[in-house]
């Protein structure tokens, strides 16, 4: 069964299909800024857990984030933990770069 993802700007949330049905097997929800992106939720229908869903709006959503040239915030507990997993993806990651102090 094939994963395939699609940038529903519109709606600000990447989607998942399997093998071109219409139902939306899972989204993952982002803010976007003119340079960073924030990945704030993240779910997958019960029905499809399990089966690559949730990977797939990750690898493709931060694949363009980096084509895009944006940083990424992973709000999301799945998104955050993903990436700690797949560490060439770290590099997209949003650093502060405040200087304030207490």
């Not at 519109?10 to 340079?35: C, H, K, M, N, P």
């Not at 980096?66 to 990424?72: D, F, N, T, Y």
Request: hydrophobic share 40%; proline share 3%.
């Amino acid at each position: 069964m094939t994963v395939h993802i699609t940038n529903a700007s519109e709606a600000r949330r990447y989607e998942a299909r399997l093998d071109g049905q219409d139902e939306v097997a899972g989204f993952a929800e982002y803010i976007l800024t003119s340079e960073l992106i924030a990945f704030v939720h993240t779910e997958v229908s019960p029905a499809h857990e399990g089966k690559g869903v949730g990977s797939a709006l990750v690898r493709t959503s931060l694949d363009a984030a980096r084509k895009s040239g944006l940083r990424v915030l992973a709000t999301c507990p799945f998104y955050a933990a993903w990436i700690e997993r797949h560490p060439e993806y770290a590099d997209l990651l949003y650093q502060s770069r405040s200087q304030v102090t207490d």
